[in-house]
């Protein structure tokens, strides 16, 4: 797995100008599928939203139930698995 979310970033806003429509857009979140649906990784996603160059927010959710968020500095356990 790479998962490179600031090079993807980065990427995307090289691009800005070549796509008017981004100037709408003042979030990108980047959700981690590589392994869903795996024998490991099951049905687990997580979305990650980063800002200056820092992770400031994620989901995680499992079977399509939230489990765990990260806002504002905060991790909150949502439900156990």
Do not use: C
Not at 60 to 69: C, E, I, P, Q, T
């Amino acid at each position: 797995m790479n998962l490179y979310p600031q090079r993807m970033l980065h990427e995307i806003e090289k691009r800005r100008a070549s796509f008017p429509d981004l100037a709408h857009v003042d979030e990108i979140w980047i959700i981690e599928t590589i392994g869903y649906g795996t024998a490991f990784f099951g049905t687990h996603l997580r979305f990650e939203l980063y800002k200056d160059g820092a992770e400031v927010g994620s989901f995680d959710f499992n079977n399509g139930k939230l489990m765990m968020r990260f806002e504002e500095g905060v991790d909150e356990v949502v439900e156990r698995y």
